[in-house]
T-cell receptor
Framework: KAGVTQTPRYLIKTRGQQVTLSCSPI?????VSWYQQTPGQGLQFLFE???????NKGNFPGRFSGRQFSNSRSEMNVSTLELGDSALYLC?????????????FGPGTRLLVL | DQQVKQNSPSLSVQEGRISILNCDYT??????FLWYKKYPAEGPTFLIS?????DKNEDGRFTVFLNKSAKHLSLHIVPSQPGDSAVYFC???????????FGKGTRLSVIA
């Protein structure tokens, strides 16, 4: 079974631009979560989508948004990029069942904002 | 409020010896814990998990111990191998399955 895939793997943007990142979950997984990893803050939760609906949201400004499609693929968008948005953006998928479910991560998209 | 804490930012161990990585948590509602391993510029790889109804879970060279009364868990790697050198994250889902709350990670270096 193929793992979580993320595109693109690397991205360079300038301040003020916007960016869209894509995530394809493991086949059969319906929940997709996004995380931001920076050296100072570690891994921080952005949001989670399940059945095309945002189910959980982390403490990030409204410039960060996402969506999920009917095939469970997800995109996240960051508008008006700031230097501090430079980070590794990770997508994770899980089934999920009502029980304790493991999240599996993709390789991430490394975003550099200049 | 850091609900999952990994107080040792780094650990160095000789090849063949035991590596013990520690994690403390503050939220008594956490009932499921996961350990992930991460190489630079890659996503975290799931290693092993443990439910709060257990106090030990073993998978090959990896064993996780949970002490609920102390709100402490540890990951044991025996024997340690150079390929185990990576950053290890302890995580717990805040409610249900998401979102995961991560510790800051411990960088393990296994020296040949």
């Amino acid at each position: 079974k193929a793992g979580v895939t993320q595109t693109p793997r690397y991205l360079i943007k300038t301040r003020g631009q916007q960016v869209t990142l894509s995530c394809s979950p493991i086949s059969g997984h319906r929940s997709v979560s996004w995380y931001q990893q920076t050296p100072g803050q570690g891994l921080q939760f952005l949001f989670e989508y399940f059945s095309e609906t945002q189910r959980n949201k982390g403490n990030f400004p409204g410039r960060f948004s996402g969506r999920q499609f009917s095939n469970s693929r997800s995109e996240m968008n960051v508008s008006t990029l700031e230097l501090g948005d430079s980070a590794l953006y990770l997508c994770a998928s899980s089934l999920p069942t009502s029980g304790q479910e493991t999240q599996y991560f993709g390789p991430g998209t490394r975003l550099l904002v200049l | 409020d850091q609900q999952v804490k990994q107080n040792s930012p780094s650990l160095s161990v000789q090849e063949g010896r035991i590596s013990i990585l520690n994690c403390d948590y503050t939220n008594s509602m956490f009932d499921y814990f996961l350990w992930y391993k991460k190489y630079p510029a890659e996503g975290p790889t799931f290693l092993i998990s443990i439910s709060s109804i257990k106090d030990k879970n073993e998978d090959g060279r990896f064993t996780v111990f949970l002490n609920k009364s102390a709100k402490h868990l540890s990951l044991h790697i025996v024997p340690s191998q150079p390929g185990d050198s990576a950053v290890y994250f302890c995580a717990a889902p805040r409610s249900g399955n998401t979102p995961l709350v991560f510790g800051k990670g411990t960088r393990l270096s296994v020296i040949a």
